[in-house]
């Protein structure tokens, strides 16, 4: 059996994640996630130790989405995209938005979503904090007050 080149581990009875490298035993990240009283996966940190763009926060995510549904959350996930203290000049948001999060603050989704149609970093200055959050991905029925609610909000966010 082959061991992976990265684990995650949870010290019993914890809400922490640790990660760590198999084969040189180096700390990678950690990721705090617990059910709240809304039936989401509340991520409250997500950091990552070493250089990124190595695949390790969509690890974590993976993992958060997997004790999403095995928690009864049915996928669900909330967290606070952060513009400190670990990377300032890199904004969390683009990554979250790529993995597939959003916001109730359609406007500054929108700037996101022009950064990564530009394939422009997002810098601290222009970033903000935001709750960002995982949509239910079970199937289920849009009801009527969903329908009108994101109909007014593309009217909306159309004569902005």
Request: charged residues 25%.
């Amino acid at each position: 059996m082959k061991i992976p080149e990265v684990l995650i581990y949870n010290p019993r009875g914890t809400y922490l994640y640790k990660m760590f490298n198999t084969k040189d035993s180096k700390y990678l990240g950690k990721m705090v996630a617990y059910p709240n009283i809304n039936k989401q996966l509340n991520i409250s940190e997500l950091t990552i130790f070493t250089q990124r763009r190595q695949g390790l926060g969509t690890k974590f995510l993976n993992l958060a989405k997997n004790l999403s549904k095995e928690c009864g959350c049915e996928g669900r996930m909330i967290l606070d995209a952060s513009t400190t203290p670990y990377d300032p000049h890199n904004p969390p948001h683009i990554f979250y938005r790529k993995y597939g999060f959003t916001s109730d603050n359609k406007k500054f989704i929108k700037k996101i979503d022009k950064h990564i149609q530009k394939d422009k970093q997002l810098n601290y200055m222009s970033a903000q904090p935001l709750t960002m959050y995982y949509p239910d991905e079970s199937p289920h029925k849009i009801t009527i007050f969903r329908k009108i609610k994101n109909f007014l909000d593309k009217k909306f966010y159309d004569n902005l």
